[in-house]
């Protein structure tokens, strides 16, 4: 279990960004957070990978604060993609997914870190890229290196920051499958902030709708997203519909 108690963070000298936040996620289970620009979503999501730590509250996997993991640890068991896909290290994109099992790797890359590597370049359709520069490619491509390799590190947790927006839709729909199926498949706990109500409304299991240093709603995605919620945190009137097969969100006009 993935959970957040009484979260606070504010930046030196600056605002609160949120406060007294309460989230949990359990194995197989993929979490969204959602809610308008400048709310701390990304934040957040740091602040469960470590990267930021919260003024206040604590983050707890498998009922122990993150904290108390090593580096290492922390490594193997959280697996991060960040929203920030731009151009870095010129390094092959074989060379980057390769990175993913560095916790893993003592000496030099075994035969299987190699198998896995090469198993997750192929699902994620990026075969014919594997020996260009990272820096060669669009940022959809980019996107999808970044996920294979926080996927290779066979992480416990899966931290994805709007992992769907550098990509055109039919990829958008073929990432979110891969990883709805990978989060339920491996039992793993899935947390990703994407901004498509309807898309993180078919996808999501649970839902964390944050509102500027406001109350939040946390819960099954049934029980956070509907219509009030969308009108009260997005001040959009809209209306949750289904055709049958997939619900999406059926927004009609701003609230004034």
């Given amino acids: 279990m993935l959970e957040g108690r009484e979260l606070s963070f504010r930046y030196r000298n600056s605002e609160i960004i949120f406060e007294n936040i309460c989230f949990q996620a359990a194995p197989g289970e993929l979490l969204t957070i959602m809610g308008p620009n400048g709310v701390g979503k990304s934040t957040l999501l740091k602040c469960i990978n470590r990267i930021h730590r919260p003024c206040s509250g604590e983050i707890l996997y498998d009922q122990r604060n993150v904290y108390d993991y090593s580096r290492r640890e922390i490594g193997r068991l959280f697996g991060y993609v960040p929203q920030d896909i731009g151009g870095g290290m ?24 190699k198998d896995i590597v090469f198993e997750m370049i192929e699902r994620l359709g990026l075969q014919r890229y594997a020996f260009r520069s990272l820096n060669a490619l669009s940022g959809g491509e980019r996107q999808r290196v970044f996920l294979a390799r926080a996927l290779v ?15 055109d839709i039919r990829y958008q729909l073929e990432t979110l499958d891969l990883i709805r199926k990978i989060v339920h498949g491996q039992k793993l706990i899935g947390v990703m902030i994407i901004h498509d109500l309807s898309l993180a409304y078919r996808y999501s299991d649970r839902v964390l709708m944050l509102r500027r240093r406001a109350q939040t709603l946390s819960g099954q995605k049934n029980d956070v997203i509907s219509d009030e919620s969308i009108r009260d945190v997005y001040g959009v009137v809209a209306r949750v519909e289904s055709d049958g097969e997939y619900p999406f969100i059926n927004a009609m006009r701003v609230d004034r």
């Fill in 153 to 167: 590190q066979e992480p416990r947790v899966l931290l994805l920051d709007e992992p769907t927006s550098n990509l």
């Fill in 90 to 113: 010129d390094v092959s994109v074989i060379e980057s997914v390769m990175l993913g099992r560095t916790p893993h790797i003592r000496v030099r890359a075994s035969q299987r870190d």
